[in-house]
Each structure stands twice: as structure tokens, then as C-alpha cells.
């Protein structure tokens, strides 16, 4: 039972992360093609389908306990991108499944993996950062 | 169990004196909480009881309702349970890191933040072990963040 409400507890912010990052995306999307408006009903559930399927995936393969490893990371980018490459074909956010429209949609991924990756790179870095001048510190009186 | 206290305006230092036939495990909890306050912590490893100041133990760990404490080269069962331990140590340089362990900040070397909201720590012996995400803000607390 404790398991359960620990995975709740991780799968919530996770999810409600990815959630977000998705909504972002679109509104940014619809930004640089100029549209106005505002997102379907339609498009929010497939964006927290999305969500739910990535969060499953993020936590049944990388527990929270265990560091990522470059294996981890590799297997972390390859079943993002399975996901979304189903989601965005599937659901027609990508037009027709052709070689163009993979590469179109391998490069959108790329850029905002790359950007989400940094970002949160950047963000540990950080926090590591003060964390552990803040030990020095304790230690030092 | 007969207790006896005998005042006298002699006695420079308080003793505590046990008089038995052989130690029992009650007994045991006694000594440990009588030296948990007189700031040293006993464990017993292969049938020897051995003394510890706090700063020389790394962790505490509770397994199975037993309680064991870990040093640079050594692991001792305690007596003592770890709320009690709590109790003692955690306004010192100890901090509860989960439900079952408590790690003395002065043997960290360093800490990584998780993605989840935990934080990994790294003793000094190379040792990983996890802050749960309900004990994180104690330690950042701790830490002065």
C-alpha cells in the first residue's frame, strides 16, 4: 500500500509537469504560425494522454532511487520519442506519416527535449550547488 | 527490578551502578539510553558491546524492528529504537532522512538532488542512501536553506 501511495505521490508532478510542458508546446506552436484561439477540448485530452503514457513510462523504467546512467538516458530520449512519434502521428498532430513529416517531427522533438533537458539540467546543477556549499558550511561551524 | 538511589553531598559525578546475574535485552536499553545522554551510544556486534561517540557513527538504520548503527568499519545492532534515537540526536548533527534511517550531516560528503524531489546523499565511506521527499525540507532546514 505504501508503494501505491508513494508512486502516487511521485506520479502526480510528474504527470502535471509533462502535462504542462505539452499545453506549452501547442500554444507555442500556434504562436510562430501566427493562429489565434484557443486549444480544443480534443487536443487537452490527447496532451494529458500524452502525459499519463510518458509518466507511466518515466517510472516503470527509471526508479526515483537510482541515478540516470547514460544507458538510462539513451532509453529515457528512445521511449519519449516512440511515445510521441504514436501520439503526434496517430492524432494527426504531425500531418501524414511520410519521411518528411518524421523528420519534421524528429526535429521539433530534438529541440524541445534539448531545451527541457537543459533547463532542468541547469536548474540541479544549481540546486546541487547550493546544497553542498551550504554542507561545507555546516561542517565548517 | 529493585532500584536503589543513594544521595551524598560527596559524590563529585552521578555513577549508575547495575548489579545482575547476566545482561538481558532490558538491561541492554537501559546502558544505551544512560549513554545516549551522557552523549556516547552503545552497540553490540558479535556478542561485544562497544561504545561510539555520536560523531563517529554515520547512520542509523531500522530493519525488521531492529535497530543498527553503522561507523567507519563497523555495524552494531542498538538497543535503542530509532524515535528514541530521534529524540536524542536529531538537535545535534543527525537529521531523520526516511522512516526507517537517520544519517549524521558531519559524515556527508556531498548531496544530489533528484528529479522526483529526493535527495541522494554520498557519505563519506562512499555509502548512497535517499532523503525522502517528506524529510527533504527538515534537512534544507537543517542546512540553513
Known amino acids: 500500500m505504501s508503494k501505491l501511495i508513494n508512486w502516487a505521490i511521485a506520479f502526480k508532478p510528474l504527470?502535471?509537469?509533462?502535462?504542462?510542458?505539452?499545453?506549452?508546446?501547442?500554444?507555442?506552436?500556434?504562436l510562430i504560425w501566427g493562429r489565434a484561439g484557443s486549444l480544443p477540448t480534443v487536443l487537452l485530452w490527447q496532451i494529458f494522454l500524452a502525459a499519463v503514457l510518458l509518466t507511466i513510462t518515466h517510472l516503470g523504467f527509471f526508479p526515483e532511487n537510482k541515478p540516470f546512467s547514460r544507458r538510462d538516458f539513451v532509453l529515457h530520449i528512445l521511449c519519449n520519442y516512440?511515445?510521441?512519434?504514436?501520439?503526434?502521428?496517430?492524432?494527426?498532430?504531425?500531418?501524414?506519416?511520410?519521411?518528411?513529416?518524421?523528420?519534421?517531427?524528429?526535429?521539433?522533438?530534438?529541440?524541445?527535449?534539448?531545451?527541457?533537458?537543459?533547463?532542468?539540467?541547469?536548474y540541479y546543477r544549481e540546486l546541487r550547488g547550493q546544497l553542498n556549499e551550504k554542507l561545507m558550511q555546516y561542517k565548517q561551524g | 527490578?529493585?532500584?536503589?538511589?543513594?544521595?551524598?553531598?560527596?559524590?563529585?559525578?552521578?555513577?549508575?551502578?547495575?548489579?545482575?546475574?547476566?545482561?538481558?535485552e532490558g538491561l541492554l536499553r537501559i546502558v544505551a539510553a544512560l549513554r545516549a545522554l551522557d552523549h556516547k551510544l552503545s552497540g553490540i556486534s558479535e556478542g561485544r558491546t562497544f561504545v561510539f561517540e555520536p560523531d563517529e557513527i554515520y547512520y542509523f538504520e531500522s530493519v525488521d524492528k531492529r535497530t543498527f548503527l553503522y561507523t567507519a568499519d563497523?555495524?552494531?545492532?542498538?538497543?535503542?529504537?530509532?524515535?528514541?534515537?530521534?529524540?536524542?540526536?536529531?538537535?545535534g548533527d543527525f537529521f531523520r532522512a526516511s522512516k526507517s534511517v537517520i544519517v549524521n550531516l558531519?559524515?556527508?560528503?556531498?548531496?544530489?538532488?533528484?528529479?522526483?524531489?529526493?535527495i541522494e546523499v554520498?557519505?563519506?565511506?562512499?555509502e548512497r542512501l535517499m532523503v525522502s521527499r517528506q524529510y527533504v525540507p527538515m534537512l534544507k532546514e537543517k542546512l540553513g536553506l
Not at chain 1, 519521411?99 to 530534438?110: E, L, M, P, W
Request: net charge negative.
Open chain 1, 15 to 30: 504527470m502535471l509537469m509533462y502535462f504542462a510542458a505539452g499545453v506549452f508546446i501547442m500554444m507555442f506552436w500556434d
Open chain 2, 122 to 126: 554520498v557519505l563519506e565511506n562512499g
Open chain 2, 74 to 91: 563497523r555495524v552494531c545492532e542498538t538497543p535503542l529504537r530509532l524515535y528514541e534515537l530521534e529524540g536524542k540526536l536529531c538537535h
Open chain 2, 106 to 118: 558531519s559524515r556527508i560528503r556531498m548531496l544530489n538532488p533528484m528529479l522526483g524531489g529526493k
Open chain 1, 82 to 122: 516512440v511515445i510521441m512519434a504514436a501520439m503526434a502521428f496517430g492524432f494527426g498532430w504531425v500531418s501524414a506519416a511520410t519521411f518528411q513529416s518524421a523528420v519534421v517531427f524528429t526535429g521539433i522533438f530534438a529541440v524541445f527535449y534539448a531545451a527541457a533537458f537543459t533547463g532542468f539540467y541547469l
Open chain 2, 1 to 24: 527490578m529493585k532500584i536503589t538511589i543513594e544521595q551524598d553531598v560527596a559524590c563529585a559525578e552521578p555513577e549508575v551502578k547495575i548489579t545482575c546475574r547476566e545482561m538481558d
